[in-house]
């Protein structure tokens, strides 16, 4: 079948199985949809071949076990793999969520200063509207207060006025559309700048928030709903373990509790810490982040007190640049602000997917707890930390231990860390690798074990678990996600692409803590302080000597600054 008609074939199915789910009072995503239909494909039990071209009675089936899993509002695996598509749609590493969110800021602003750069302006009253729209560009740029509030469009006049007074509109007018833009962006920088330290000063300031502060309570206050909303992750997954462990042993004891379905739940809270760690993370990375721009604040404040005190006028040159940085630094206490508040809707938004925990009889759990011990993974890993493996047992496969191995916490393991051994011969059974037995090395990839005798077993034949560990994740499609298992299908390109063999929704690369995940925060370091300004192309020109008068204020709350042009004219030089 040619690509486009294939294509069009799984737009087809997806957008049945879509309506179908709404007229059974379903609403689902089309991109749930898409996943469920490769989850549906990829389980061999369901018997597609996905190297031929789809029958109509194949086609019937496909929307009929798709329609079953996704009306069955009972199932964890339904619940995990909304989840995955939830977190997948919904997440984005913190430097391209920052970039995006520039990016829609100035697609916003594309209208507004069009409007300006477009203008042709030539009576008083024209000349007068444009440089409302200036300041109101302004103040829609810097994000510091309402355009439509009449105390701070003064407050932002006033402070434009004094660096870029309406006179100066016709040589506004004859530059070239690049460099309006540019001029633009330099103003708002400078205004900001201004209105922060009139704020500081207490003399101006009107509807700008108080960022480091917020930041300082949110950011506490996220963290601590993270940390309790990881220790109920754990505190589910440490007790299914404990009686799935029992079920194992002995199969028939846990029969009232469905084995499979407890596995299911398993999977659904361990994917659960896997999203709350990587949410964690970029969370503290704010953190330390704004502790920094927080030092940084009071130092640009400081340094612009000392520039201005006692005197009159202050050269451009001096106290522009310190405005700039100031206004930058601001725009990033901004960026924070909206990644924290981000970050915290979905953390909010994801706990929706833990709904099918409740379904398991309290009592009956309760039960079976009594009769076992429910152990942590920091437990497990202390019970086997003495053991070691011996490397010179095994010829051709390298080992990796912490004394020994350079960077050693910062190996990508393989299946989030967990024991692949354990896994491939409880049928499913997820256990924590305890790295200081040794990481395998198999094929330049790295493997963990929960115990010697694990590891012993899965190096003598890897091959032998790493398949079953593939045929287990058909059967559960939300193990492809949860154990990093992509490698493994030949799915890696978005489904309207190409055909059912190819992935239907981009992965998310997801490691958890205890060697599952790379737990080093990112710090980005500040970005250098700079104006733009344009070059002249002569030489020999009179130093520009202009100064602000009236920036220490007065009696009246408002600072009106008054710019003074020093420079020498060309004839004296």
């Not at 995006?100 to 507004?112: A, I």
């Amino acid at each position: 079948m040619p690509p486009t008609q294939a294509e069009s074939v799984i737009k087809s199915i997806i957008r049945e199985i879509g309506q179908e789910c709404a007229a059974h009072g379903e609403v689902v995503s089309e991109t749930l949809v898409a996943f469920m239909v490769k989850a549906v494909v990829l389980d061999p039990s369901n018997g597609f071949n996905v190297d031929r071209t789809l029958t109509k009675s194949d086609v019937q089936k496909l929307v009929k076990l798709c329609m079953a899993r996704l009306l069955d509002t009972k199932n964890p695996s339904l619940d995990t793999i909304k989840m995955q598509v939830y977190f997948d749609i919904n997440y984005t590493s913190r430097e391209e969520f920052l970039q995006e969110h520039h990016r829609v800021l100035e697609s916003r602003l594309g209208s507004v200063c069009r409007e300006i750069t477009d203008n042709r302006a030539c009576a008083r009253e024209e000349l007068e509207s444009l440089y409302r729209k200036i300041v109101s560009y302004v103040l829609l740029r810097s994000g510091l207060g309402s355009p439509t509030d009449i105390k701070i469009v003064r407050e932002a006049t006033a402070a434009l006025q004094s660096v870029f007074p309406q006179a100066e509109l016709g040589t506004f007018l004859t530059l070239s559309k690049k460099d309006k833009e540019r001029q633009l962006k330099e103003l708002t920088m400078i205004v900001t700048g201004i209105r922060l330290f009139n704020r500081d000063c207490g003399k101006g300031g009107e509807g700008i928030d108080d960022l480091p502060a917020i930041l300082q309570e949110a950011i506490p206050a996220t963290t601590h709903h993270v940390d309790s909303q990881l220790q109920i992750a754990q505190n589910w997954a440490h007790r299914y373990t404990a009686i799935l462990e029992k079920a194992t042993d002995n199969p028939l004891v846990a029969i009232d509790l469905q084995p499979y379905k407890l596995k299911e739940a398993l999977y659904n809270v361990r994917q659960y810490e896997v999203f709350l760690q990587i949410i964690l993370s970029d969370i503290i990375t704010s953190a330390q982040e704004v502790e920094i721009m927080i030092k940084q604040l009071g130092a640009q404040l400081e340094q612009l007190k000392m520039t201005v005190k006692s005197k009159i006028a202050v050269p451009t040159s001096q106290v522009f640049p310190i405005f700039v940085a100031l206004a930058s630094l601001w725009n990033s206490f901004q960026d924070e602000t909206v990644l924290i508040s981000v970050l915290s809707n979905l953390i909010t938004h994801l706990e929706q997917f833990l709904g099918t925990h409740e379904l398991f009889p309290k009592k009956i759990l309760q039960d079976f707890l009594e009769e076992v011990t429910v152990k942590t993974d920091i437990c497990r890993i202390k019970e086997h930390l003495e053991e070691r493996v011996h490397s010179e047992d095994f010829q051709n496969l390298e080992w990796f231990f912490p004394e020994t191995t350079a960077n050693f916490d910062k190996l990508l393991i393989q299946y989030q860390g967990f024991c692949g051994y354990t896994f491939a011969t409880t049928d499913g059974l997820l256990l924590p690798g305890n790295p200081s037995i040794g990481i395998l090395k198999y094929k330049e990839k790295y493997y963990t074990f929960n115990s010697r005798n694990a590891a012993y077993s899965f190096a003598e034949n890897p091959e032998i678990y790493i398949d079953i560990i593939k045929e287990k994740a058909q059967k559960n499609a939300e193990l492809i996600q949860l154990l990093q298992l992509h490698r493994h299908f030949d799915i890696l390109i978005p489904y309207s692409q190409a055909n059912l063999r190819q992935k239907i929704t981009h992965s998310v690369q997801t490691d958890l803590s205890h060697m599952r995940r790379e737990n080093c925060s990112q710090v980005y370091p500040p970005k250098d302080v700079s104006t733009q300004t344009m070059r002249e192309g002569s030489t020999r020109v009179p130093r520009p000597q202009i100064y602000i008068a009236g920036l220490r204020g007065g009696k009246s709350k408002v600072t009106h600054g008054v710019k003074v042009n020093l420079t020498r004219s060309v004839n004296e030089t």
